[in-house]
């Protein structure tokens, strides 16, 4: 079925890095521009980055730019989020998106905590 | 960036009423404003996508409308699995921005 994974969260202190993962299933991956979305813990939604469908264009929220860059594997289905230089502010559920795909599938959601 | 203000932040209400949200862009989207609601716990899920197109599986008591800068979604009657957290999001240009939410509660 149609659907999107998120992986690579966890606990990381101020001023690391973390890199996330998204895997894509069930559709034709290059055909679609992929998302990244975050929500920090009991507030909004916040749309963080975009990744065109061969990879060569990226657009990013201000609050992350310098910082993130979102890029994609499309031999193997997978979008990636490079966060460095994270602050406390980073903290959020972070979520892999496909709005241009009909059913706009979601990922679960992966966890970053920035905290020393 | 394209600012959207979503109002009201919350709202009570019973099974069975109409409940209407609202967003605005600081400047024209044309029609390109989506609908989310959510969950606790759970991934956002689209409602209504282009103002006024409705998601395949989702209930015809919901609705969008508007262009331009102003935007409505529109609950006909509340039903028990309704009572969630709504976004809408302008997908015009980038960098994409989602309203504050609002947040439907059961009176």
């Known amino acids: 079925q149609v659907q999107v994974v998120e992986s690579g969260g966890g606990v990381v202190q101020p001023g690391r890095s973390l890199r996330l993962s998204c895997a894509a299933s069930?559709?034709?991956?290059?055909?679609?521009?992929m998302h990244w979305v975050r929500q920090a813990p009991g507030k909004g939604l916040e749309w963080v980055a975009v990744?065109?469908?061969?990879?060569?264009?990226?657009f990013y929220a201000q609050s992350v730019t310098g910082r993130f860059t979102i890029s994609r594997d499309n031999s193997n289905n997978t979008v990636y989020l490079q966060m460095h230089s994270l602050r406390p502010e980073d903290s959020a559920v972070y979520y892999c998106?496909?709005?241009?795909?009909?059913?706009?599938?979601w990922g679960p959601g992966t966890r970053v905590t920035v905290s020393s | 960036a394209i600012q959207v203000t979503q109002s009201p932040s919350s709202l009570s209400a019973s099974v069975g009423d109409r409940v209407t949200v609202s967003c605005r862009a600081s400047?024209?989207?044309?029609?390109?404003l989506t609908w989310y609601q959510q969950k606790p716990g759970e991934a956002p899920k689209r409602l209504i996508y282009?103002?006024?197109n409705l998601q395949t599986g989702v209930p015809s008591r919901f609705s969008g409308s508007g262009s331009g800068t102003d935007f409505t979604l529109t609950i006909s009657s509340l039903q028990p699995g309704d009572f969630a957290t709504y976004y809408c999001?302008?997908?015009?240009?980038?960098?994409?921005?989602f309203g504050q939410g609002t947040k439907v509660e059961i009176k």
């Open positions: 990744v065109s469908r061969d990879g060569g264009h990226t």
């Open positions: 998106a496909c709005p241009d795909h009909e059913r706009d599938p």
């Open positions: 282009t103002t006024s």
């Open positions: 400047q024209d989207i044309k029609s390109d």
């Open positions: 999001l302008q997908d015009h240009s980038f960098p994409w921005t």
């Open positions: 069930g559709f034709i991956f290059t055909t679609y521009t």
